[in-house]
């Protein structure tokens, strides 16, 4: 099981990012898919999961209507869109798997919990700066 993150990089307040996650080494259909980030000296957040039985998301209360997150079963990948970018969303940001599936109602998987993912990428830096 391998991810890789990439599309991060530097952007103004109000912009937009596309963050990619690429998997390798496993069925997406049967994996779920987190997003999560941290900033130096704080602890890792989740922000979104999305389900490998149907496609269906979960996305963290801070960063909905905000972030959308989706999937290209094709390419194996999974895609952060991130619109309306503030400072406070500069991080480095992971993509990680579980053969668990998402739990609906709290973020995290299931069995498990947040950030229980067994399988992690290296993260992809965002800078949120004038």
């Known amino acids: 099981v391998q991810l890789q993150a990439s599309g991060g990089g530097l952007v103004q307040p109000g912009g937009s990012l596309r963050l990619s996650c690429r998997t390798s080494?496993?069925?997406?259909?049967?994996?779920?898919i987190g997003w999560i980030r941290q900033t130096p000296g704080k602890e890792r957040n989740e922000i979104s999961c999305?389900?490998?039985?149907?496609?269906?998301?979960k996305i963290a209360d801070s960063v909905k209507g905000q972030f959308t997150v989706s999937r290209d079963s094709a390419k194996n990948t999974i895609y952060l869109q991130m619109n309306s970018l503030k400072p406070e969303d500069s991080a480095v940001y992971y993509c990680?798997?579980?053969?668990?599936?998402?739990?609906?109602?709290?973020?995290?998987?299931?069995?498990?919990?947040?950030?229980?993912?067994?399988?992690w990428g290296q993260g992809t830096q965002v800078t949120v700066s004038s």
């Open positions: 990680a798997a579980d053969i668990a599936q998402c739990d609906m109602n709290t973020l995290g998987i299931s069995p498990g919990g947040p950030l229980a993912y067994d399988h």
């Open positions: 080494g496993f069925n997406l259909d049967y994996y779920a």
């Open positions: 999305i389900r490998g039985s149907n496609g269906g998301t």
